[in-house]
């Protein structure tokens, strides 16, 4: 008689050593357990349902084969992570080209826009519940060029450092801090938009 | 840009030494303008901390992990294709190509040697030749065992 091993009640890095050693159930007792945060993440990137599917579907897979290096330096859940940000990115770079550069980037090289803007306040929290607040912080990022969105996501939700933003985005570091700028006055003023539109219900 | 300005943001993320920090706060006490922007920045900063939208998976966990395993097994079952890899140290791989070279030069004189050299080599020589190359006859001679064999296939068509 054979025993069942209830992998739902092990920890993360149990269930790693476990994988490591070629054991699938355990591989998709992790998948279960940190799925919608990994596809969340792709979601973040690419915006797009079926594309955010499958870069997170990649990104297991990828992390399958490469388990054996995972050494625990970091969390399971932070290298699952950073693994479907780096195919993210990949994908988005071949993406971009094929596609011509936007009018708000050249505008942002060319200089300047961002000191034009007046300085806002940016809180409509008064008003808005939680939940609320989230998706319309999410709408007010996918307003914003793929270039200003993910340098705001790595530096505010995955806390990188600009060395490793700009590492990632294969740019300089200069490049990550104008980018920075330019998104964050720009979600400045989408959310003081925002508020305004509240306060004229 | 605006050098200031993004070491202010700097400022705000951490990013600077403590001697520039000195000099940013110094600007924030001084400049009204700079004083603004810091706090936009800042309110930003804060107004996205822990509000990234929560997001579930639109797919059973079944149909997600199928395609997953899917891969998976595939990849277990396909055969290790990757070439062996050249582990040795980079005076290693440099000096590979002109081992290569040297050894190739080495056979060349050894084979154009052998054959001006000593006669008597020479015998150890076969050929196989088609004479008769229409018929598809083939001759095989050996002076080491002084025998000549023609080979000629029946025509059937």
């Known amino acids: 008689m054979t025993t069942r091993i209830d992998y739902s009640g092990m920890t993360d890095e149990a269930l790693v050593k476990a994988a490591q050693r070629g054991g699938m159930?355990?591989?998709?007792?992790?998948?279960?357990?940190?799925?919608?945060?990994?596809?969340?993440?792709?979601?973040s990137m690419?915006?797009?349902?079926?594309?955010?599917?499958?870069?997170?579907?990649?990104?297991?897979?990828?992390?399958?084969?490469?388990?054996?290096?995972?050494?625990?330096?970091?969390?399971?859940?932070?290298?699952?992570?950073?693994?479907?940000?780096?195919?993210?990115?990949?994908?988005?770079?071949?993406?971009?080209?094929s596609r011509a550069d936007s009018i708000e980037q050249l505008d942002e090289e060319l200089g300047g826009v961002e000191r034009q803007m007046p300085v806002v306040n940016p809180n409509p929290t008064e008003r808005l519940e939680r939940s609320e607040l989230r998706q319309r912080i999410?709408?007010?990022?996918?307003?914003?060029?793929?270039?200003?969105?993910?340098?705001?996501?790595l530096q505010e939700f995955e806390e990188l450092e600009y060395k490793e933003i700009a590492k990632k985005m294969k740019c300089s570091i200069?490049?990550?801090?104008?980018?920075?700028?330019?998104?964050?006055?720009?979600?400045?003023?989408?959310?003081?938009?925002?508020r305004r539109e509240e306060f004229n219900k | 840009m605006n050098e200031k300005l993004?070491?202010?943001?700097?400022?705000?993320d951490g990013e600077l030494s403590t001697a520039e920090s000195k000099q940013?706060?110094?600007?924030?006490?001084?400049?009204?303008?700079?004083?603004?922007?810091?706090?936009?920045?800042?309110?930003?900063?804060?107004?996205?901390?822990?509000?990234?939208?929560?997001?579930?998976?639109?797919?059973?966990?079944?149909?997600?992990w199928s395609k997953i395993a899917r891969e998976i097994n595939r990849l277990n079952r396909a055969p290790q294709t990757s070439p062996p890899r050249f582990s040795g140290s980079w005076w290693m791989r440099l000096a590979a190509p002109f081992a290569i070279a040297a050894l190739a030069a080495v056979l060349f004189i050894s084979v154009v040697k052998l054959q001006s050299g000593s006669r008597g080599m020479t015998r150890y020589f076969q050929e196989i030749e088609t004479p008769?190359?229409?018929?598809?006859?083939?001759?095989?001679?050996?002076?080491a065992a002084n025998m000549r064999v023609v080979w000629i296939p029946s025509q059937e068509n």
């Open chain 1, 174 to 194: 200069g490049t990550v801090m104008s980018r920075l700028f330019y998104a964050r006055r720009k979600m400045a003023s989408l959310l003081a938009g925002l």
């Open chain 1, 25 to 43: 159930e355990a591989f998709e007792q992790l998948v279960a357990r940190h799925r919608d945060k990994i596809y969340a993440r792709a979601f």
């Open chain 1, 46 to 97: 690419m915006r797009n349902e079926d594309a955010a599917i499958d870069m997170s579907q990649e990104a297991w897979v990828k992390s399958w084969q490469r388990l054996k290096q995972f050494q625990g330096e970091a969390s399971f859940v932070t290298w699952m992570t950073r693994i479907v940000i780096n195919l993210c990115l990949d994908q988005l770079r071949k993406q971009k080209r």
């Open chain 2, 24 to 64: 940013v706060a110094g600007w924030l006490a001084s400049d009204q303008q700079a004083r603004a922007i810091y706090e936009e920045l800042r309110a930003t900063k804060s107004l996205l901390t822990g509000n990234e939208v929560e997001l579930k998976l639109p797919e059973t966990h079944d149909f997600y």
């Open chain 2, 6 to 12: 993004l070491k202010l943001q700097a400022h705000l």
């Open chain 1, 138 to 153: 999410d709408r007010a990022l996918n307003q914003l060029s793929v270039e200003h969105r993910t340098v705001l996501i």
């Open chain 2, 132 to 143: 008769l190359e229409e018929s598809n006859a083939i001759s095989f001679h050996s002076d």
